[in-house]
């Protein structure tokens, strides 16, 4: 059986779009298109926070006492 599945290539890795369940194991073909799908600017903003989280979550020194922490929660637009 063979399935196909949407995905965008970012910051060197394919990112499937959706949630799709590959079994372990599984041979892939991989097409590139030619056309890039534009992003919504909530779309953009979105990535730009997650990538602003993993940033701060990978610079937070353990030696900060916990009331100077900040913590996210998420948002959803």
């Keep these: 059986m063979m399935q196909a599945y949407r995905a965008r290539f970012e910051r060197g890795r394919i990112v499937p779009l959706g949630d799709p369940v590959i079994p372990e194991g599984s041979e892939m073909i991989i097409t590139i ?40 929660r998420e948002v959803v637009v």
């Design 33 to 72: 298109l030619d056309a890039t799908t534009p992003e919504s600017p909530a779309e953009k903003q979105r990535k730009a926070l997650a990538r602003f989280r993993e940033d701060v979550q990978g610079s937070i020194d353990e030696a900060v006492p916990d009331f100077e922490r900040v913590a996210f």
